[in-house]
């Protein structure tokens, strides 16, 4: 599925062609003599598509251990940008073009087939060293905002067909031709002096991350060569990345007087692989990939084969396979948070409960920053029906982490578990919230007030809570018919 399809078919056709564009009806957002954006508007503009990703788009890969280690590599790579206070966020998309992405407000999209397409983890460090040089230097902003009068509702769906454009130009164009953001269609490509610019910027980042800074040309270089062979392969990132021989030249040239320096792969770079592969195709399928990979010893890192073929066993309900592999994985010596995870799965997936959850605690202690862990231990106690034990364990990470949308919906199961209604729905309308969906916070508040559960301290707080983002469901809903 192409991302952001049905989205700029269906917001650029509300907010477009409903109500076309004039200037006279619109807020001025500011003033925009440097042709920029400003940056709080750059990130609600990049909060509110993001939202509708999560909501909407059926390709948005919610897995925990593929987000983490994106994030750990942005966070590694966006420290030593330079803008390192940006605040960036990485997130996975489930499609096999050979893609990423940069949307306004520093959210950017790594596809699945760009991260197993990857023959290093410095090639992929240098593309997403790229796409963090586009937010740095503000390409994106200078895109989005072309006019000087424009509403938020516009500007959203132009940032939605920015982001059509990186996955489909055809969709993109399809999407905006009989709408007034036909003249931002042009704009849909950065321009050669962007990409220069990314180049630069991306390649200095590399280099002073520790990458090997040849990773970013010998990926460019790989890419095209595949687009000469294979027509339709890996269209998507160099339509809207113009690459040039120029370009290359000057990667190259940059590289010359640095020494080479070999930078191995991380072991979470390998098992992210290792999972992304195993995703693939049907369980059998994916068995028998990771059988010959094993067989015939190509691989790069046998620990990660063999996690990617216990993950295949697991998604098979092979539990004894799984867990052989994953052991074998375990006595190569290496210390890795997604191992533990898939052996607790394991033991619990096989009825070994109390097996499963013990591994999750040690391994907590281990990795205490690893979220998914945080979401596998609460998730298994939810499904052994250990409600009261959730309920204490995501209460008290959510003093840690107050904004994490999971643990909300994670809280929200264990009270419906409990029979507690009315502090289920509240705490759904929380999550709700978080994800930008305010009126059905509002719902689900209403159901709370309705629940006929919660006591006079608990009704105070719904009600104060619920009138909050009534109002805040007015502002948006004036912004869009803006």
């Not at 050979?98 to 990857?118: E, K």
């Not at 590289?255 to 072991?267: A, C, F, K, L, N």
Request: aromatic share 8%; glycine share 8%.
């Amino acid at each position: 599925m192409l991302i952001a399809h049905r989205l700029v078919a269906g917001i650029l056709a509300c907010s477009l062609v409903l109500q076309p564009l004039r200037a006279d009806d619109l807020p001025e957002l500011g003033d925009v003599a440097s042709n920029e954006l400003s940056l709080p508007m750059e990130k609600k503009i990049g909060q509110q598509i993001m939202h509708e990703i999560r909501w909407r788009e059926p390709s948005y890969l919610d897995d925990s251990d593929v987000e983490a280690y994106l994030n750990q590599l942005g966070g590694q790579l966006a420290a030593v940008s330079n803008d390192p206070g940006l605040g960036f966020f990485f997130f996975p998309i489930n499609d096999q073009n050979i893609n990423a992405f940069a949307m306004p407000g520093g959210y950017i999209g790594v596809h699945s087939g760009l991260i197993l397409s990857a023959q290093s983890e410095s090639e992929l460090a240098g593309v997403m060293a790229h796409e963090i040089s586009h937010v740095t230097q503000r390409h994106i902003a200078r895109q989005v905002f072309q006019s000087k009068k424009i509403g938020m509702a516009s500007m959203v769906a132009m940032g939605l067909a920015l982001l059509a454009a990186r996955s489909s130009g055809q969709v993109a164009g399809a999407a905006i031709a009989t709408t007034q953001a036909g003249a931002i269609s042009a704009q849909l490509a950065f321009s050669r002096d962007f990409e220069r610019e990314a180049d630069r910027q991306g390649f200095d980042i590399l280099r002073k991350s520790g990458f090997d800074v040849r990773g970013m040309s010998a990926f460019f270089e790989r890419l095209q060569r595949a687009v000469r062979l294979y027509e339709n392969n890996a269209t998507a990132y160099l339509r809207t990345h113009p690459l040039t021989g120029e370009r290359l030249t000057d990667m190259q040239n940059r590289e010359q007087p640095i020494g080479y320096r070999q930078m191995p792969d991380s072991v979470d770079f390998q098992l992210v692989r290792a999972k992304l592969r195993a995703m693939q195709g049907t369980p059998r399928e994916a068995i028998k990939d990771f059988e010959t990979l094993l067989s015939e010893k190509k691989y790069a890192a046998e620990a990660a084969a063999r996690y990617g073929l216990a993950y295949a066993l697991y998604r098979g309900r092979d539990w004894a396979g799984a867990e052989r592999e994953i052991l074998a994985a375990r006595q190569l010596k290496v210390s890795a948070a997604m191992i533990e995870r898939l052996l607790a799965d394991i033991r619990i997936a096989g009825g070994n409960v109390d097996a499963g959850l013990s591994v999750y605690r040690d391994a907590m202690v281990r990795f205490p920053l690893h979220m998914g862990l945080l979401y596998g231990y609460d998730g298994a106690l939810i499904a052994a029906r250990r409600f009261d034990d959730s309920l204490r364990f995501s209460e008290a990470q959510l003093q840690n982490y107050p904004d994490d949308v999971r643990l909300h919906k994670m809280r929200a199961e264990s009270y419906a578990g409990l029979g507690r209604k009315a502090q289920q729905h509240q705490a759904l309308a929380q999550a709700f919230a978080l994800q930008g969906q305010t009126a059905a916070a509002v719902e689900q508040l209403q159901l709370a007030e309705r629940a006929g559960d919660a006591n006079f301290f608990e009704l105070s707080v719904i009600d104060a809570r619920l009138r909050e983002l009534k109002r805040q469901l007015l502002e948006e809903l004036k912004e869009k018919r803006n």
